[in-house]
């Protein structure tokens, strides 16, 4: 059974940063896409980023561009997220997600993309 397992979340001021570990058991990573998904109290869960099976391509919402970056590291079977200038309205529960198939080349936006997903960490991010 696939399981993902997201870590490095916490509380940060303004302009401060944040990484973001997403790990799997029962699975490795290569091969598969896997995205960062976030929700905030009282919002629908929004596409943040997502990193190609290969690597190669990485894809981000307008809302995170050039702030976010999204990496992986096959040798740790791990995925990244690190967060810089983060503002209070980055506050949310943020989910890493990956397709159920391998070499999954697709929009990468949209929830129904993706079939495994983590529990959540909390990123708090104070004016």
């Not at 079977?77 to 503002?87: D, G, R, T």
Request: hydrophobic share 30%; charged share 15%.
């Amino acid at each position: 059974q696939v399981q993902l397992v997201e870590s490095g979340g916490g509380l940060v001021q303004a302009g401060g940063s944040l990484r973001l570990s997403c790990g799997a058991s029962g699975r490795t990573f290569n091969n598969y896409a896997v995205a960062w998904f976030r929700q905030a109290i009282g919002k629908e869960r929004e596409f943040v980023a997502a990193i190609s099976w290969t690597g190669g391509n990485t894809y981000y919402a307008d809302s995170v561009k050039g702030r976010f970056t999204i990496s992986r590291d096959n040798a740790e079977n791990a995925v990244y997220l690190q967060m810089n200038s983060l503002e209070p309205e980055d506050t949310a529960i943020y989910y890493c997600a990956s397709p159920s198939h391998p070499y999954y080349s697709g929009t990468y936006y949209y929830r129904g993309e993706y079939d495994h997903w983590g529990q959540g960490t909390q990123v708090t991010v104070s004016s």
